[in-house]
Every structure is written in structure tokens, then in C-alpha cells.
């Protein structure tokens, strides 16, 4: 009795173990390639849910149905006008014929190894044939929209022919062309980013530089040219000032003398005598101080008023 329950166990466990090897389930994100002794057989499973197999013989192999990642790594790229610059890719792609994928790749991981080779060769290519004005714009600019700093600065105002997007766009159908056979669809591929090597990229920044100390030397030369003129504006306008007010107190003083000597002269004519001594104590006063001492004779005129009373 007790024998037969451990033989009905064991079957049961048989059995279980049977069943495990002969079901795989796929996801709605997967579909799968099963294989048999390393070799594919039958179609692609792409239909989610419990699906049969044969158990311990063949072996269900996982792939995604969802778009990919691929980010290619930066390289040192010449272009076409012998401009050395860093180019960093990124691409989305995914899996569209799993059994050739499988025939031909294996997994994921070499299938980004391939890609590597395809989509760095096809951008290295790309940019080798294309100078550089062409990978770093899309569309011809309107001069009218463009506010220009210095004649030098007209460079980005020349026409190009094709343009960052659409060169990206052959280099997408060039490289899909070659990705066709690996059971592989490129959905897009794109120029990250586009710089400057070391090297060239200093002596960038030092035209750069160059360019602006330039442009700040003109305007500070603008800027003393403008202060000149306004300073010598200011001078002359302060000379005429000073020169019409020069002028005027002249003018005055001329008038102020000519009415003190119609004066004086009035005086003169109607007394002399008092004009006379008027213009002598003036003189004592303007001459005299309690520090001077005067030698004078008896008949000095000088004396005349001292002497007399009147």
C-alpha cells in the first residue's frame, strides 16, 4: 500500500515536472523563437499566453517587441571642410523578423555590436562628406532675421544644401538598408551632440574672446569718441558763455567810466577848484598811512590843501 502511494507521488511529480518543461508563456512585450538542440524550429511566437513545447528537447528564446535603445559612443570625426569634432548618435530600432534576428544575431547583445559597426561607420561617412555649417543647421536663415555684431559673424548666414535633418535621414536609410538582413527595423536615428575636439575647441574659445574684446574695444572707443565730443561741445559752449559775459562786463564797465567821467567832468566844469581838491583827498587818502613818511617842500602842490582852508 504504502508503495503504491510513493509510485501515484512520483508519477504525480512526473508529471508536474512534464508539464513545466512543456509550457512557456510570452508576454505581450515578447515574442519568442524556440529552439531545438540550438536549432530553430517551427515560426516566431508572437501571440501572448500558455503555449506548448516539447519538453526537455527544444528551449523557448526571448525577444522584445518594444522599441530599443541603441547610444552609440563619441568619436573623433573630420569633416569635409577638415574641421575635427566629436559626434555622439543615439538611435531607436527594434526586432521585426525574430527568427532572422536569431539566425543572424543571436541576442540583444550582438545586435548592438552590429549596430555599433552600422551606425557609427554610416555617421562617419556622413559627416566626412558634409562640411560642417551643413551638420550644424537644418534651414537658410533670412538676413533680415538675423541681428549681425561684426562682418565676420556674416559666416552663419551662408546657404547650405542639405542640412543636419536631412543628412541624419540618409544616413537612416543607408544604414536600414544594411540592418534589413539582420531582421532589424531602424525607427530613427539622431545627432546628439557635435563639438569641438580639444584642441579646437580652445582656439575657438579664444576667437571668441578675441571677437568680443574686439567688439567691447569699440564700443569703449565709440564711447570716448561720443565723451570728446561732448566735452569740447561743453568747452566751446563754456568759452562763448565766458566770452559774451566778458563782453558785457566790458560793455558795462565802458559805460560805468564814460558816466563817472561825464561826471567828473561836470563836476570840473561847474567848480574846479573843488574838483581839484576832491581828487587831492583822494590822492592823500590812497597815499597816506600812519607808516609813510613824506619829504616834501614848501611849494608842493601836495601840500596846497593842508596849508589853505579852503
Request: glycine share 4%; aromatic share 8%; proline share 3%.
Amino acid at each position: 500500500m504504502i508503495r503504491s502511494k510513493s509510485v501515484q507521488v512520483a508519477a504525480l511529480l512526473a508529471v508536474l515536472v512534464v508539464l513545466n518543461q512543456g509550457l512557456y508563456t510570452v508576454s505581450e512585450t515578447e515574442q519568442v523563437i524556440l529552439t531545438q538542440f540550438g536549432e530553430p524550429v517551427g515560426e516566431p511566437v508572437v501571440e501572448p499566453g500558455l503555449h506548448v513545447k516539447v519538453p526537455f528537447i527544444q528551449r523557448p528564446n526571448y525577444f522584445e517587441k518594444r522599441f530599443l535603445e541603441w547610444d552609440g559612443s563619441p568619436n573623433q570625426v573630420p569633416t569635409r571642410d577638415k574641421r575635427f569634432i566629436w559626434v555622439d548618435t543615439y538611435a531607436r530600432w527594434r526586432i521585426t523578423d525574430p527568427l532572422l534576428f536569431f539566425q543572424r544575431l543571436r541576442d540583444e547583445r550582438g545586435a548592438q555590436s552590429r549596430l555599433d559597426d552600422i551606425l557609427d561607420g554610416e555617421t562617419r561617412n556622413a559627416v566626412a562628406r558634409h562640411d560642417l555649417i551643413e551638420l550644424v543647421r537644418s534651414t537658410n536663415r533670412d538676413p533680415d532675421d538675423v541681428q549681425l555684431e561684426s562682418d565676420e559673424e556674416a559666416v552663419i548666414l551662408e546657404s547650405i544644401e542639405r542640412g543636419r535633418q536631412e543628412i541624419t535621414r540618409a544616413i537612416l536609410e543607408t544604414a536600414s538598408g544594411r540592418t534589413a538582413d539582420l531582421g532589424i527595423e531602424l525607427l530613427d536615428l539622431r545627432l546628439k551632440r557635435i563639438n569641438y575636439v580639444e584642441e579646437v575647441q580652445q582656439d575657438v574659445f579664444a576667437r571668441m574672446i578675441a571677437e568680443r574684446q574686439r567688439i567691447a574695444e569699440q564700443f569703449r572707443s565709440e564711447g570716448q569718441g561720443e565723451s570728446a565730443r561732448i566735452h569740447g561741445e561743453r568747452e566751446r559752449e563754456l568759452a562763448q558763455i565766458q566770452s559774451e559775459a566778458y563782453r558785457q562786463a566790458q560793455e558795462l564797465r565802458g559805460q560805468a567810466d564814460a558816466e563817472a567821467t561825464r561826471i567828473y567832468a561836470d563836476s570840473y566844469s561847474r567848480d574846479a577848484s573843488f574838483y581839484a581838491f576832491t581828487k587831492s583827498l583822494e590822492t592823500y587818502e590812497q597815499t597816506m598811512d600812519p607808516e609813510t613818511y613824506f619829504i616834501l617842500g614848501t611849494d608842493s602842490e601836495l601840500l596846497q590843501f593842508l596849508e589853505s582852508t579852503r
